[in-house]
């Protein structure tokens, strides 16, 4: 099985993310519906009691609010702008990612979990505390990639559960990576709250996810769903801000773990952040008069893709005026400075604009308005 930290290729945050906003919206009625049966249901906000803080953390708590910068942002490039959004803060951020940055005088957005700062993993080191501080004063921005990269989304069965079972089978079984965590089982009507035990494949070869306690009532594929409760949803979304705003950084931005990122995600993200890098996740690129903050495009630019539809989303970008987001996981091997500095320079050679997610975002806004 996969490391937690890592997408792997088999199992990529694919659930056509694009497509899956596009069925939100077009089945908004339906979701009112079932909103009026679940626990998230609520017009009052997640709770947003203040962690508290460990041992190490030697700043005073910022409290949830994002600053607002007090002058209008500049206009957003003629001719387009992209965004780097970097996963899950390895050292190779720093090491391949930066120096390639730093040669053409661009930023990018690294996106931290805060567990694992200066932390071994099995993909590799994580960066320290020191090399985060060095990255935001080059002009870099520190993201918020969750308190412990749970998964945001909800994951519609595919399989029936029994009352006694303590297999589902999801859709995503992301919620299988993160033993100990809670997570409900809900139709709408009945929900019932457990614990993650793990993860693993059946005999056939379908994907389940393991629960530590077996469930006491039946519900039916197609119209149930596993989901990280209302309390660690807000938990995660507002300990991992806190956490890196206590250290100096300011955040406003979310990249959502594993590509997963829908409506019930909305409803805490939109209480902690103001942009999600990846909330729909599948194109480089977002066209003028299209964007909507929580609902940000990216696509991968070494991964899974190809360096000849890289040139063409941004050959689009700089016809269109259009913002291009440009994800990768620096720790795998065919992320390399090379391949960092060759995209550079296309971007260069077209006289598109590098910016942070932030930024970016905040100019494309404005000019839509």
């Not at 519906?33 to 460990?54: I, R």
């Not at 630019?301 to 987001?325: H, P």
Request: aromatic share 8%; with cysteine.
């Amino acid at each position: 099985m996969a490391d937690d930290d890592e997408t792997p290729t088999d199992e990529r945050g694919s659930g056509g993310r694009g497509v899956q906003r596009r069925r939100v919206l077009a089945t908004a009625a339906g979701v009112a519906g079932l909103a009026g049966c679940l626990s998230f249901a609520s017009t009052e906000s997640p709770s947003t009691e203040t962690a508290t803080p460990t041992d190490d953390d030697e700043f005073s708590d910022p409290g949830t609010e994002t600053e607002t910068p007090d002058d209008d942002p500049e206009p957003f490039p003629d001719g387009g702008a992209v965004a780097f959004v970097y996963d899950d803060g390895p050292l190779s951020d720093y090491t391949k990612a930066f120096p390639a940055h730093r040669a053409f005088d661009a930023p990018a957005t690294s996106c931290i979990v805060p567990e694992w700062i200066g932390t071994s993993r099995s993909t590799g080191e994580m960066m320290a505390v020191d090399h985060l501080e060095e990255l935001a004063a080059a002009g870099w921005e520190i993201a918020s990639h969750t308190s412990g990269h749970e998964p945001l989304g909800s994951f519609e069965l595919t399989a029936d559960a029994a009352a006694g079972d303590s297999r589902v089978y999801p859709a995503e079984i992301r919620h299988g990576h993160h033993p100990g965590k809670p997570v409900e089982i809900t139709d709408g009507d009945r929900t019932v709250a457990t614990t993650v035990a793990g993860s693993g494949r059946d005999e056939s070869g379908e994907s389940y996810v393991e629960l530590a306690e077996s469930l006491d009532t039946a519900f039916a594929a197609g119209d149930s769903e596993i989901r990280h409760p209302p309390e660690l949803m807000a938990e995660t979304l507002q300990e991992s801000k806190q956490a890196l705003e206590r250290r100096g950084f300011e955040v406003s931005t979310l990249l959502a773990p594993y590509d997963q990122f829908d409506a019930y995600s909305a409803r805490f993200a939109s209480e902690y952040y103001e942009v999600v890098a990846n909330g729909d996740h599948g194109s480089i690129i977002t066209y003028p008069g299209e964007y909507e903050p929580l609902w940000t495009q990216r696509d991968y630019f070494v991964e899974y893709t190809s360096r000849e539809t890289v040139q063409s989303a941004l050959d689009e970008v700089a016809a269109t005026g259009g913002l291009g987001v440009l994800g990768a996981h620096t720790f795998k091997e065919e992320v390399t400075e090379a391949r960092i500095r060759e995209t550079l320079e296309w971007i260069e050679d077209r006289g598109i604009e590098v910016l942070t997610m932030g930024e970016a975002a905040r100019r494309f806004e404005a000019s839509e308005a």
